[in-house]
């Protein structure tokens, strides 16, 4: 039997049979393309690429398995009904026969998607694990402006801004932080839970612009989902630190805009109360009304802040980072300035442990506190000054927090260009090129790192600060004087061995015969054959090897090019300095 | 309301007993029909339930079916019957209780209430009694004779009698007499139990309830069954059931209204309907549950995935380098010039992000394309075909192939030792003499030299004129004659070089007297004597382009590569003869080359190499190199093995003995394969190319037939770049290499 021709009534087989073309799914599931499009992006499923493109390379193909796996869902048929009831609607608006619609449109048929998260993500890890974009478009949601008449609803914004809120709140309050970065696109933060690195964006608290060349349903599409998954993840994280979801807040500070604080608040004070119970008898925890909760938390106590880092250093199940980043600014107190971003301050300094404050309503201490030691201000110049505290750029918090030490403040200073700001993201070593500033930083890690800077009350923080100082300069001399020293000698080899060459070279030319090449050291030449020998095992590979090799060659290249390229441009401008 | 409810109970118990009591007779019956008669009396009270269960199955099914079955019955008899009894007992017991409680209220005659003395006796005892009697006899009741035998006459008829009524016998019951109402208040405030007793007025006697009756009593007036132990919502075991049994209980049609639906219920349907479109009724609000719940419970039971298909993960957005930093340091950031350079590319290569410097964090915008980025993260999630890629995560280093150290396999040559100049043009071809005292060499300024190896004298020159494709030294020792191809003839010449004897054997040999003109031959090949050069002349028909003395040194072959069946001449010096050979060639020939050892020919023609046994006269073997065009080979001193080169810079190695394909290709040169030897007596081997370059290989052959030969590059010897190099030559005892430039030069290479 030829290889083309197949009977009748045997069925496809190979590609042809396990993959569909889109429409050829739209069509099958008898649905529209955008429920389609809906209904891919809340089952997860994706096209899939064909060894073999049976009806073209210019089309998008899914697997049988997966469209089927759409068939079945009950979402599709929920949509089904959901059209009908519009249609149902639709006619009696326009037959005047309002009641009728209203009642109709009172009885929609409704659907959640809690089921497909279980579905998609079957264990709690799975769903850390895909929660990247999940947390940037949720924070990118919650900065978009809220305004009637546009193609986001508010209440989407609304529940975007607090499911960010609670997701920060169980990050600062676990010490969850690892990495914090200031782009230009936005802040990147990245956290480790149960193992999972979840990296995110958060835009600047700057309002962003509704741009015309994006579509909005898929947009909605993707965050519905999102916000589904989010609020069932930040369930999971607060049942697991014993504390209700979802919060209730103290209404003022709500209303001051402080959310992320009154939710650091109520958490701290939940699992307080956790403990508590736990020790006297059980008590219904439903039955805590709001004003209860107020009344037991006034909101000018200063302390309850700190009893949230108290609290959390009975947790005994804190790993070695966890409690690094936890003390990082154990001893340290801000206060914010009235033009720095409140938000991503307040979540990153209590994050490291640190308490903070800020000029406004609802602010836990004032800024007359003398216990201040640090000042985050954003202004070219600060006229009143308290002498016991130092006066920085909001940048210290985020290169100290990457570092994981207390940097030095003098470069941060009120109106000074502070220094670069590096990525935590990169690993230098890999890239071949380590900024200037991430060596100064590496040599003041070393430099705590020998000497752990004791812990000391506030007025001493400048005297600690110059001795870790004094001894960054004693570490840098000593390596300056072992380069030299490494210099020196191998000079002084360069010179023995040319000496050598000279005494050894010398061979007698006669006639014709002509020494080309003499070689009399023999380390000289060994080297010499080392370094053609890649080249003549490179010959010996198989063809695929040869390819990877090259491949990996070039890439080598290519990365070493950039290098160059950016430590020209350093030479330029020292160059262009002097 | 409280006598009501006793009532009813009373009642319903009353039923009971009354069929219960028709049981028992019905089943002595059954037995006498029965052959199993004594049986069933051997195993006395129990198994007359036993017998009641029969019945009811006999009352199903007919008497034969019975006879069959009956073995089984007596095997699962005690657990039915034990089950039965218990049953039984308790509704036996709950029988004489009610009697009890309701004695005297109920009117019934078949009720009796128990006597003073019973009632006194502590309840389990009665209990006990109770049932005995109940099994000695069915009708217990019958024992304790009712006192009062008046019936449903009202007691307000004998108010001012003396008697109360007539007991069996029909005498009259006198009035008790009557304690006044202080008595009976001091009494009762002594008699803590006081309240529980009561004037039965029927019989005009005191009754006292027990503890256990009360609480009966209780249950009852809370609507619970009279007995805690008592389920009433035991699982129900519809005995009439004939499904399967062959028999309806009625055979009558299903009626009609039975598929019609209820007028009178839609219509009042339609009016809850309207009442609720209206507003009228309203519902209350379903109770809300908690919108989010612990969805992941406990993660240990789930499994890895659910699906069948493989789930690939979205790969993760790129994490920002150093130049994304609002404030990065001033290398990061393109100059200008840089920047107006981007406009030149290509749109796909132009960096879709150009670092910019902010001085401080108050001055940073909004990013513009923040939520299009997010949209097209969007599309990539749900419209990107994904495919599991493996990142290969190696070290190039494992790549390389286990190769030993080439310090280890000296000596090779290494380094330029001597240039022999005098040539004006590129030098074609060179040989070295057997002894490894001369080279001779051929150049396309129209000269054959010869040169002393050691001190790099021109010993001899002879102008030959026209291009010169092949020289090539007499294998013998003894004989330091030189072939030379020149164009369309090739030139046997005498050097000189050997002793007085030797030159004299020589001469013998080149001399000749007339030209031959054999018939057929002569077409193709003409011997002529060289006056001029003092020497042979063998004219061909058309240009030579190699030649290749077999290993006596007596056979010449010559390749001319135009002619169908001509294209190889074998000439033989000492007939002073020419012969084609006896095969057919597929392509042109390329080069050839003896075996040398055996008496075994090769013939490479541009796609394969064809390996001929001379003897024989017949096709060994047929090499493919599956390569596009073969320019050389040459044969390994042992014979079983041969590398070929080809002009796409490839270099074959074929071992014979193996297969027919090469054991391994070697991808060295950049340019065209110019020409590859074997040293004879040293592992090595070269090849020299038009890229300029010779390679010195390590290519060790092992007697062992087991294992594969050793093949290890070693060294490249540049030449002038941009020259190539045209042949190379091994000295025959030194691991020495000369090679032949196109810059006019031969250069010797030493260890």
């Known amino acids: 039997m030829p290889k083309h021709y197949r009977p009748a009534g045997k069925k496809k087989e190979g590609n042809a049979a396990k993959y569909v073309t889109r429409s050829q799914a739209v069509k099958g599931l008898q649905v529209t393309l955008p429920l389609f499009r809906k209904m891919c992006i809340w089952k997860g499923i994706f096209p899939r690429d064909p060894k073999k493109k049976i009806k073209g390379n210019h089309q998008t193909y899914y697997h049988t398995k997966d469209i089927s796996f759409l068939h079945h869902d009950p979402l599709v048929d929920i949509h089904r009904d959901i059209r009908a009831q519009d249609k149902k609607i639709k006619k009696a608006y326009s037959k005047k026969n309002k009641p009728r619609a209203v009642r109709l449109e009172e009885h929609k048929p409704t659907y959640n998607l809690d089921r497909l998260i279980i579905e998609r993500y079957p264990r709690f890890i799975d769903a850390l694990g895909d929660l990247d974009d999940c947390l940037t478009m949720v924070h990118l949601f919650a900065a978009l402006p809220t305004l009637q008449n546009e193609k986001v609803e508010v209440k989407h914004i609304h529940s975007c801004r607090r499911l960010s809120h609670e997701w920060q709140a169980y990050i600062s309050r676990t010490h969850k932080l690892r990495k914090t970065f200031i782009s230009v696109k936005g802040i990147y933060y990245q956290a480790d839970v149960d193992g999972q690195k979840i990296t995110w964006i958060a835009p600047h608290s700057i309002q962003q612009v509704l741009t015309e060349d994006v579509d909005f349903n898929v947009m909605l599409t993707f965050l519905e989902y999102y916000e589904t998954l989010l609020a069932f993840v930040n369930f999971k994280l607060y049942h697991s630190i014993n504390v209700k979801y979802p919060p209730m807040l103290d209404p003022r500070l709500e209303a001051l805009a402080a959310d992320l604080y009154a939710l650091s608040r109520y958490i701290a004070s939940r699992s307080k109360e956790q403990d508590n119970h736990e020790l006297a008898s059980q008590v219904d925890e439903s039955q805590l009304t709001l004003a209860q909760l107020q009344h037991q938390l006034a909101p000018s106590e200063p302390g309850a802040l700190m009893h949230l880092i108290e609290e959390a250093e009975t947790v005994d199940e804190a790993d070695e980072e966890t409690k690094e980043c936890r003390s990082l600014f154990k001893d340290t107190k801000f206060f914010l300035g009235r033009e720095v971003p409140r938000e991503p301050l307040l979540f990153v300094i209590t994050a490291f442990g640190g308490t903070i404050s800020w000029e406004g309503d609802g602010a836990p201490f004032e800024e007359s506190d003398p216990s201040i030691t640090h000042q985050i201000v954003d202004r070219p110049t600060q006229n009143h000054m308290f002498l016991s505290r130092a006066y920085i750029q909001p940048q210290w918090v985020f290169d100290s927090v990457n570092a994981r030490i207390i940097l030095p403040t003098e470069d941060y200073v009120v109106g000074r260009v502070p220094p670069p700001h590096l990525s935590p993201f990169v690993d230098n070593e890999a890239e071949g090129y380590i900024p200037d500033y991430a060596q100064k930083i590496k040599q003041l890690q070393d430099a705590a790192r020998i000497m752990p800077v004791p812990e000391v009350g506030n007025e001493h923080q400048d005297n600690t600060q110059n001795i870790v100082l004094d001894g960054v300069a004693d570490r840098i001399e000593a390596n300056k004087a072992a380069e030299m020293k490494k210099k020196m000698s191998a000079g002084q080899k360069q010179f023995h061995d040319e000496l050598k060459m000279e005494v050894e070279g010398v061979s007698p030319a006669t006639g014709t015969i002509k020494n080309v090449k003499v070689t009399t050291d023999p380390d000289e030449s060994d080297k010499e054959q080392i370094s053609e020998h890649p080249d003549m095992s490179e010959m010996t590979m198989s063809r695929r090897k040869r390819g990877l090799y090259e491949s990996i060659r070039i890439n080598k290249e290519r990365k070493k090019a950039k290098v160059d390229v950016i430590e020209s441009r350093k030479r330029n401008i020292k160059e262009s300095q002097k | ?751």
Not at chain 2, 393 to 422: F, R
Not at chain 2, 538 to 564: C, M, N, Q
């Open chain 2, 1 to 751: 309301m409280e006598l009501k409810v006793s009532k009813k109970a009373t009642m319903a118990t009353t039923k009971k007993k009354n069929s219960k009591k028709e049981k028992p007779e019905n089943t002595k019956e059954i037995p006498k029909n029965t052959e199993e008669k004594k049986n069933t009396k051997k195993e006395g009270k129990d198994n007359k339930n036993l017998q009641k269960n029969k019945k009811e199955k006999k009352i199903r099914s007919s008497l034969q079916k019975i006879k069959l079955r009956d073995v089984e019955e007596e095997e699962k008899a005690p657990k039915n019957s034990k089950e039965y009894t218990e049953g039984g007992d308790s509704e036996h017991t709950s029988g004489d209780e009610v009697h009890v409680n309701a004695g005297g209220v109920s009117s019934n005659g078949t009720i009796v209430a128990r006597a003073g003395s019973d009632a006194n006796t502590s309840a389990n005892d009665d209990e006990d009694n109770s049932y005995h009697s109940a099994e000695e006899s069915d009708s217990s009741e019958d024992e304790v004779a009712p006192r009062n035998t008046v019936g449903e006459v009202p007691l307000e008829f004998y108010r001012d009698e003396e008697h109360i009524g007539y007991d069996v016998t029909g005498k009259k019951i006198k009035k008790k007499e009557r304690k006044d109402q202080l008595e009976r208040f001091l009494s009762s405030v002594d008699d803590k139990k006081s309240w529980r007793r009561f004037v039965d007025e029927y019989n005009d006697e005191e009754v006292e309830l027990t503890k256990d009756e009360i609480k009966m009593i209780r249950r009852i007036m809370k609507g619970k069954t009279p007995h805690a132990e008592a389920d009433p919502y035991a699982p129900y075991v519809d005995w009439f059931d004939w499904e399967g049994k062959g028999h309806p209980l009625s055979n009558a049609p299903e009626p009609k209204r039975r598929f019609i639906p209820s007028k009178s219920e839609a219509k009042k349907i339609s009016k809850y309907v309207r009442a609720i479109r209206e507003g009228r009724i309203t519902f209350d609000k379903p109770k809300e549950k908690p919108r989010f719940y612990l969805l992941w419970g406990d993660d240990s039971s789930s499994s890895e995935k659910t699906r069948g298909l493989s789930y690939i993960p979205p790969p993760k957005a790129k994490l920002p380098g150093h130049e994304e930093a609002y404030n990065p340091s001033l290398e990061f950031i393109p100059t200008q010039e840089e920047i107006n350079s981007y406009q030149l590319m290509y749109e796909e290569d132009r960096p879709k992000f150009i670092p910019t410097r902010y001085t401080s964090l108050r001055s940073v915008p909004a990013y513009d394309n923040f939520l299009r980025e997010r949209f097209a993260r969007c599309l990539d999630l749900y419209l990107c075909p994904r495919v599991r890629k493996k990142r290969l995560n190696i070290d190039p280093e494992s790549l390389k192939t286990k190769l030993p150290e080439p310090k280890d396999l000296k000596p090779y040559p290494t380094t330029c030792y001597i240039e022999y100049k005098g040539h004006t043009d590129a030098v074609v071809t060179i040989s070295t003499e057997s002894s490894g005292q001369w080279i001779a060499s051929g150049s396309t300024d129209g000269t054959v030299r010869v040169w002393e190896v050691a001190t790099g004298r021109c010993v001899r020159v002879w102008e030959v004129g026209s291009d010169i494709r092949h020289v090539a030294w007499n294998p013998l020792p003894h004989q330091p004659i030189l072939a030379v191809s020149v164009d369309q003839d090739v030139l046997i010449l005498d050097t000189g070089l050997g002793s007085e004897e030797q030159q004299g054997k020589i001469r013998d040999l080149l001399r000749m007297e007339k030209p031959t003109a054999e018939s057929g031959e002569a077409a193709i090949v003409s011997w002529l004597p060289d006056d001029k050069l003092g020497g042979l002349r063998l004219k061909h028909f058309k240009s030579v382009t190699s030649i290749e003395w077999h290993r006596r040194g007596d056979y010449l072959s010559a390749v001319i590569p135009a002619g169908e069946s001509r294209a190889i001449m074998i000439h033989q010096l000492s007939k002073k003869g020419s012969q084609r050979i006896p095969f057919k060639l597929h392509g042109l020939p390329v080069s050839t080359a003896f075996h040398p050892s055996r008496s075994i020919f090769f013939i490479s023609t541009k796609k394969n190499v064809r390996v001929y046994d001379l003897l024989k006269e017949k096709l060994i073997k047929r090499l493919d190199t599956n390569l596009r065009e073969v320019s050389c080979i040459a044969v390994h001193p042992g014979g079983d093995n041969m590398i070929v080169g080809t002009r796409e810079g490839k270099l074959c190695w074929f071992d014979m003995d193996l297969s027919s394909t090469p054991y391994k290709v070697l991808k060295a040169h950049s340019k065209d394969i110019t020409n590859v030897a074997f040293h004879r007596s040293y592992p090595l081997f070269a090849s020299c190319s038009e890229d300029g370059k010779a390679y010195v290989f390590h290519g060790m052959v092992y007697s062992d037939l087991n294992k594969n030969p050793l093949i290890v590059p070693l060294r490249i010897l540049q030449e002038q770049k941009g020259k190539g190099v045209l042949d190379c030559k091994f000295h025959p005892r030194q691991p020495w290499l000369f090679t032949a430039g196109s810059d006019s030069v031969i250069k010797l290479y030493c260890h």
